[in-house]
């Protein structure tokens, strides 16, 4: 027998598309690396459920490392660092580059909201003596996720006077946590023959919070009454000030390994604090960049991007073209010239589920950061679709740095769909495309991604924007 490769085995290694074998080609330091890396990840999400939380760490952790308060009426030189912070739910990155704007800027951009339920205005009532919140629940959940899970309550609330109470109850051992009940299976009959949809509705996710009365008085409501004078002595609140919130339920639970060989993290909240922060790390690692760099860590996308924080506002044009008048150029032309890799989760293959996959188009957990040309949904409605020659212009970066990359589309043609802030950077006249990573049971409230993944993504920022 010939040890010599046969003739069409030498013509495939040419022309197939390799297939990529993932965690397998990967060495053991940089698998080391890779879990070094999660171990400080899994910290920055426990310690940011909300996106408030996760722009105060942000900040802080930037301030440590010389990263200072943006000033538009300074001047900045190569490698000077700075930060934006919109209302304390989206912040903005920036490392000053050699070139500054001319040839463009170089943008990372991920969300740090995430599905959860958020209370209403109105959220306090008492029913046969138990007390509960109503809730409107906050992005694309499958509402029966969310009964009989531990939850937290995270958020501020405003007062008059023009303070603010940070609140976030439930997440400490010896916190209380709340819940939201479900009805038992010895009753469930009617339930369980209803479609998902109908058998969870909004106004079923109702958290409770509380049993005692206040006291024996015959007064009504004393089981609400106990909860708001207890809220009044921690945080001074009265239930008026509800109008003025911003609160939360978000799992009570911590990021933890998953699997015999902790591969794997399962959390809340991966989508998109799993692409924030390798963005981040991006940024503190890059010392003076050609092009200005810029990280933002936006909000509102889970709910379409809309609002002042959210990637349909105007604040990081806003800023760009405070960097461009400084460079002396027109914000239009940094524009046309900067590129920017939209950092968002996409759906990993789940061969559970494998019916909602096309598996020549899928993502695969431990084959790196995954390339999403175009999301959206039908006929590639609502979305920007990045063109060949930004995809060549990425793929040639991630090959030349050895970074562990793969390429899918969100499950089947017409098998449903979803988008990203990627088509709202598009519109702004710069070249675009996803790159992030591939999540399980996305948008649950317990998420898992794999750490070679995750640190692979924080390499294929960093490459694209020291390249
Ligand atoms: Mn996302
Ligand atoms: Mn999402």
């Known amino acids: 027998m010939s040890e010599e490769k046969s003739e069409s085995k030498k013509l495939k290694e040419k022309l197939f598309v390799k297939k990529r074998s993932g965690a397998a080609v990967v060495s053991s330091e940089e698998m080391q690396k890779a879990d070094a890396f999660c171990e400080e990840y899994k910290k920055f999400l426990d310690k940011s459920k909300t996106e408030r939380e996760a722009v105060k760490y942000t900040i802080e952790r930037a301030e440590s490392l010389g990263f200072t308060e943006y000033d538009f009426t300074k001047s900045y030189q190569p490698g000077d660092k700075v930060y934006v912070n919109n209302r304390g739910k989206a912040v903005m990155l920036a490392v000053i580059g050699k070139n500054g704007t001319k ?9 740090i909201d995430s599905p959860r339920v958020d209370l209403k205005p109105n959220p306090l009532y008492q029913s046969n003596d138990l007390a509960f919140f109503k809730t409107h629940y906050y992005g694309g959940i499958k509402k029966y996720q969310w009964p009989t899970v531990p939850l937290a309550l995270h958020g501020v609330v405003a007062l008059k006077d023009g303070t603010t109470a940070d609140v976030m109850i439930g997440d400490g051992e010896n916190d209380p946590c ?19 949809v109908k058998a969870f509705t909004g106004e079923h996710l109702n958290v409770l919070i509380g049993s005692r009365p206040f006291n ?15 809220l009044f002595e921690k945080y001074g609140i009265v239930e008026e000030d509800f109008l003025s919130a911003d609160l939360a339920m978000v799992p009570a639970f911590n990021a933890k390994d998953v699997g015999f060989d902790r591969s794997m993290i399962g959390a809340y909240g991966h989508d998109d604090k799993v692409c924030a922060y390798p963005a981040m790390m991006a940024a503190f690692d890059t010392d003076v960049p050609d092009s200005t760099i810029i990280t933002v860590l936006t909000d509102r996308e889970e709910i379409g991007s809309d609002g002042n924080t959210g990637m349909k506002s105007t604040y990081m044009i806003d800023f760009i073209a405070d960097l461009a008048k400084a460079d002396g150029v027109e914000t239009r032309h940094v524009m046309a010239k ?22 020549n188009n899928s993502c695969y957990l431990n084959n790196g950061a995954v390339i999403t040309k175009y999301t959206g949904s039908g006929g590639k409605y609502s979305t920007s679709d990045a063109s060949a020659e930004y995809m060549a212009q990425v793929r040639r970066v991630l090959d030349e740095n050895n970074v562990l990359w793969q390429t899918g589309e969100l499950g089947k043609v017409d098998g449903g769909g979803g988008g990203t802030i990627a088509k709202f950077v598009a519109n702004l006249n710069a070249d675009v495309v996803d790159l992030g990573v591939p999540v399980l049971s996305m948008h649950a409230p317990f998420e898992i991604v794999s ?3 995750v640190y692979e993504t924080y390499r294929a920022l960093y490459v694209f924007y020291n390249d």
């Open 103 to 111: 040839n463009g800027v170089r943008l990372g951009i991920a969300h």
């Open 216 to 230: 024996s008085d015959e007064e009504s409501e004393n089981v609400k009454l106990n909860i708001m004078n207890l």
């Open 451 to 453: 750490k070679l993944d």
């Open 178 to 196: 709340f819940v939201i009940s479900d009805l038992l299976p010895h009753l469930a009959v009617d339930q369980m023959s209803k479609t998902m």
């Open 338 to 359: 900067s590129t920017c890799l939209s950092a968002d989760v996409n759906a990993a293959f789940d061969p559970t589920y494998a019916d909602a996959f096309e598996a």
